[in-house]
């Protein structure tokens, strides 16, 4: 855990979140400032900054994240109808949080990456 980490914070329940799921790997949690009528941030309890710090030995994290947001959608009726699933990396990649995390959204037409 970081100490001035905001998601370890709430991983930790130091901060309030609007938690959707949680085991001993993973929390989720609806976004503060949603993009789409679902938005969940899918991270893992232990500190990660970014994906450039992924190793061997934590990779195993990212399809946890993953697995878990299919599951999410699915509970939330968004797997026929589709979904994003968005993962950030560092300042000039949109990473506001330095703290892996996985976006679920949903919920509505979204708009096509390219």
Do not use: W
Not at 8 to 35: M, R, T, W
Not at 53 to 79: F, M, P, Q, W, Y
């Amino acid at each position: 855990m970081s100490s001035d980490c905001t998601f370890c914070k709430i991983s930790q329940h130091e901060l309030p979140a609007d938690i959707v799921y949680e085991d001993d790997d993973l929390i989720a949690f609806n976004d503060i400032g949603p993009q789409a009528p679902t938005h969940v941030l899918i991270i893992p309890k232990i500190h990660v900054p970014s994906v450039n710090e992924l190793t061997e030995d934590n990779c195993d994290l990212v399809s946890k994240l993953v697995l878990r947001a299919k599951a999410i959608a699915a509970e939330r009726g968004l797997a026929e109808p589709g979904y994003r699933l968005v993962m950030n990396c560092n300042a000039e990649g949109g990473q506001t949080v330095f703290h892996i995390h996985l976006h679920l959204l949903g919920g509505r037409q979204l708009k096509g990456m390219g």
